[in-house]
């Protein structure tokens, strides 16, 4: 069966110690495969006593980092401290023992602004540039980083599979989200099997930011369409809490999205399970 997962952004934000102490032994429980576990701040949460707990609780790991203003691979005097945190999250994972580290390693996650064609080929040039010794540090530690894209109330860098195709080097891959792929493209399956064996990690969720299954998604079509990829990773949940109000303004989280976000999580792990038996 295909591994499945939750980010810990369903419960709280920042992720310390403290709550991996509290959240991880319950994810466990509940039959999850591995936890995704943000890098918000550098020290908000300790990599080796971690990597630890989740031996101990038979837990894999995914790593996610976290774009907010001030952190910038273009048009901005930032490119060099980006960089350093994005290598911060590589060693990270390569301590937890997590695959890729994924996210939207572009632009703060808010940041958009208008361009034409010329513009947007010199931005991706940046882009391609900047990205590449991060790639490449990456690389040489066994760890793939997944560029995400986003949908166009949260950047207007990279929308879709085929801007990430265009801007992205060769040797990055993507990270694909069911929510930013049902706002974004025309045929979310189709841009799934247009991403193919770039696909380098994977998050799910609602069409409404809730629960995977209880919504208008094409599920089947996307299980088949991952299948065929060839991508072997995990899904992973990735909502969040309305009863954090950092989080939940970052995300426009402004109701509950599920009854708890217990709930959330074990019936979207049901509803996962049942699909990726099929």
Not at 59 to 68: E, F, G, I, K, T
Request: aromatic share 6%; charged share 20%.
């Amino acid at each position: 069966m295909r591994p499945l997962g939750v980010n810990t952004w369903v419960w709280t934000s920042p992720l310390t110690d403290e709550s991996l102490r509290e959240l991880a032994p319950r994810i466990a429980h509940w039959g999850f495969d591995v936890i995704e576990l943000p890098v918000e701040h550098r020290g908000d949460w300790d990599p080796q006593e971690t990597a630890v707990l989740l031996s101990g609780l038979g837990l894999a790991a995914s790593v996610v980092l976290v774009m907010p203003p001030g952190r910038e691979l273009v048009a901005s005097p930032a490119v060099a401290e980006t960089q350093d945190y994005l290598r911060h999250c590589v060693d990270v994972a390569v301590t937890v023992g997590a695959p890729a580290v994924s996210g939207p390693a572009y632009a703060s996650v808010g940041r958009t602004w208008r361009m034409d064609a010329a513009e947007r080929k010199a931005v991706y040039a940046e882009l391609r540039e900047n990205l590449k010794p991060v790639v490449a540090y990456a690389g040489e530690r066994g760890v793939r980083i997944g560029v995400e894209p986003l949908n166009r109330y949260e950047t207007s860098v990279i929308n879709t599979v085929g801007q990430a195709l265009d801007a992205l080097p060769e040797e990055c891959g993507l990270l694909l989200d069911t929510y930013h792929l049902n706002i974004e493209e025309a045929d979310p399956v189709a841009a799934v099997r247009a991403a193919g064996g770039r696909i380098a990690h994977l998050q799910v969720c609602g069409t409404d930011r809730g629960t995977p299954g209880a919504d208008h998604f094409d599920w089947t079509g996307f299980a088949s369409a991952v299948d065929d990829s060839g991508y072997q990773g995990p899904l992973v949940i990735e909502s969040f809490t309305a009863d954090n109000a950092t989080i939940a303004t970052a995300a426009s989280v402004w109701r509950p999205l599920a009854p708890t976000q217990d709930a959330l999580a074990t019936d979207g792990l049901a509803f996962l399970r049942a699909l990726t038996r099929t």
